[in-house]
């Protein structure tokens, strides 16, 4: 699939592609010889990360392509779809990375909440609602990379609002790969990439976490596999580890243990001898 999607040639759309893993995408998507658009709000980083890109293009500026996209806005996602195809003509990869950590206590500032769902779940729902049906209209192979989190999965105390967004962000997105596997002729994919703890945005890096680059390594080797969940360790967290969290989480509910039972009194001790 990699091979054919992440062609020389072919076209992809990263929101969020200001920094992070974002930036990344781009510029290994750029390296490659794709034509690239990247999507993030206006301002001096969208513009630096345009700048950084083309350096990589082998097109140059010609085959890059800066929008300042608010996703939280289907508008504005129409308004780029638009955009990406007048100049470019298709779209290979979509990928839906954009995303905010606004919010955390469960009891905290509904705006907050609102905020995070709009952009972390209905910025990913406004993405494929504007490309996907152009992307299956193609006829050829495509991808798209919606950005998730393990957070949504095994949902740690501590940020309610980011857990709940990327919880639906996961549902949402398996509901969307067996529409389009089911839809005759379809020759769109749909994949959750689900990275460990990465150094994002302008935080300082720790030991502990990985680099963009690495996320997009393993994402670039999931694509090539055909997987659907492509998941991601760190430098603190083995994939081997990440197995039993989430397979402990499920098991919540088939054991009947209290929610979120890891950090419970009575059974952390079970889960660290488990």
Known sequence: MSDRVLAQGRVAVITGA???????????????????????????????????????????????????????????????????????????????????????????PREDWRHCMNVNFWGVVNGVDAFVPAMMAQGTPAVVVNTGSKQGITNPPGNAAYNVTKAALKSYTESLQHDLRNTPGCQVSAHLLIPGWTTTGKREHKPGAWLPDQVIDVLVEGLGRGDFYILCADNEVTLEMDAKRIAWAAGDITENRPPLSRWHADHAGEFDRA
């Open 18 to 108: 200001a920094m992070g893993i974002g930036l990344a995408a781009a510029k290994r998507c750029a390296a490659r010889g794709m034509k690239v658009c990247l999507a993030d709000l206006a301002g001096e980083d969208l513009d630096a990360a345009r700048d950084a890109v083309a350096e990589i293009a082998p097109g140059g500026d010609a085959s890059v392509l800066a929008v300042a996209t608010d996703v939280s806005r289907s508008a504005d996602l129409e308004a780029l779809k638009n955009e990406v195809y007048a100049r470019f003509g298709e779209t290979a990869l979509l990928m839906n990375n954009a995303a905010t950590r606004t919010g955390g206590k469960v009891m905290g």
